[in-house]
C-alpha cells in the first residue's frame, strides 16, 4: 500500500478501490500489521506493568446522558498519572469511557474515531448507535491477545440515539462481550463502589445538572473505597472530567463547571463524609 513517490501524482490503488465503509476492513486487507490486535508481542513472563485507567460512570436523564471518570492512573501501587483524561468523543453524539490498560484504550480510541468518520464520509450517512457500539465492540474483540497477556480495555460507551430521541450506555467484557445498561453503568477498579452509588441514588426523572452531581458522588464514593481512583484534588484543582451528550450534541463540562459541582459535593461530604443518604422505604 506504499504511495508511488515517483511524481505521478497518483494515489495507490488500494485507496482507489471500492470495497467496505469500514477503515478497519481496509487495514486489515491492505495493512492489517498496523492494526493493533496484529502486533507481534515478545513472549511475557509474569505480569505487565503499564499505567490503567480505573473508574468510569455513566448514567441517562431525560434529556440525554452523562459519561465521567476519575483522572487517576496508577502502575501497580504506584500513581502514574493525576491527571489522565479517560472520556473522549467519539463523534458529534457519542463518546467513550476509558478503563483498562490506558495507552492501548486511548490509541483504540481514535482508531474509532477515525473509523467513524470514515463511514461517515464514505456513506454520507452517520452510522447509528447501535451500529457504533457493534463497531466498537469488535475492536476490543481485536484485542484479545493482548488482554489475556494482561494489557486489557474495558471501555464504556455512551451516546444520544437520533433515531429513538434518548440517551443509552453499553457496556463491555474484555471478549468484547456487549450489553445495554439501563440507567446508569460504571467500570474499572472502583466500579464496585460507584455502582453501589449510582444505584441507591439514581431516579428516572433526573434533570442534567443532577445528573452530573451524581456521578461526580459515585466517583467520589468509588475514590473513597479503591486506591486507584482519584477523588477531586483541589490543591491541584483536578476535578473528574464529566462529558454530556444530548439532543444538541457532546459537550465536556469546562473547569469552572466540574470544579462548582465537585467542590459542592466535598463541601458536603465534610459534615457526611459517607455522602447522600437514599430513602429507606
Request: cysteine-free.
Amino acid at each position: 500500500m506504499e504511495a508511488n513517490t515517483r511524481s505521478t501524482g497518483r494515489l495507490p490503488a488500494a485507496f482507489l478501490t471500492p470495497g467496505s465503509s469500514s477503515f478497519m476492513d481496509f487495514l486489515s486487507v491492505h495493512a492489517p500489521e498496523v492494526l493493533p490486535g496484529n502486533r507481534q508481542l515478545p513472549p511475557v513472563h509474569g505480569a505487565v506493568e503499564a499505567p490503567h485507567g480505573t473508574t468510569i460512570v455513566a448514567a441517562t436523564f431525560p434529556g440525554g446522558v452523562v459519561l465521567a471518570g476519575d483522572r487517576r492512573a496508577t502502575m501497580g501501587n504506584v500513581i502514574a498519572q493525576r491527571d489522565i483524561e479517560k472520556v473522549f468523543p467519539a463523534d458529534e453524539y457519542s463518546a467513550v469511557g476509558i478503563a483498562g490498560t490506558a495507552g492501548l484504550a486511548v490509541e483504540m480510541v481514535k482508531l474509532f474515531q477515525l473509523e467513524l468518520e470514515h463511514f461517515e464520509k464514505v456513506e454520507g450517512a452517520q452510522l447509528s448507535l447501535e451500529g457504533k457500539a457493534n463497531r466498537l465492540s469488535t475492536m476490543i474483540r481485536g484485542n484479545l491477545g493482548m488482554a489475556l497477556q494482561g494489557l486489557a480495555i474495558v471501555p464504556l460507551f455512551a451516546g444520544w440515539d437520533v433515531d429513538r430521541e434518548k440517551g443509552r450506555i453499553f457496556s463491555y467484557d474484555v471478549t468484547g462481550g456487549r450489553s445495554e445498561e439501563l440507567g446508569f453503568a460504571s467500570s474499572g477498579s472502583g466500579s464496585v463502589f460507584a455502582r453501589g452509588a449510582l444505584k441507591k441514588l439514581y431516579r428516572e426523572d433526573l434533570t442534567e445538572r443532577q445528573a452530573t452531581t451524581l456521578v461526580v458522588q459515585a466517583l467520589y464514593d468509588a475514590a473513597d473505597d479503591d486506591s486507584a481512583t482519584g477523588g477531586p484534588d483541589l490543591a491541584r484543582r483536578i476535578y473528574p472530567l464529566v462529558t454530556v451528550i444530548t439532543a444538541e450534541g457532546f459537550r465536556r463540562l469546562s473547569e469552572p463547571e466540574s470544579s462548582e459541582i465537585a467542590r459542592e459535593v466535598h463541601e458536603r461530604r465534610m459534615a457526611e463524609p459517607d455522602g447522600p443518604r437514599a430513602a429507606l422505604l
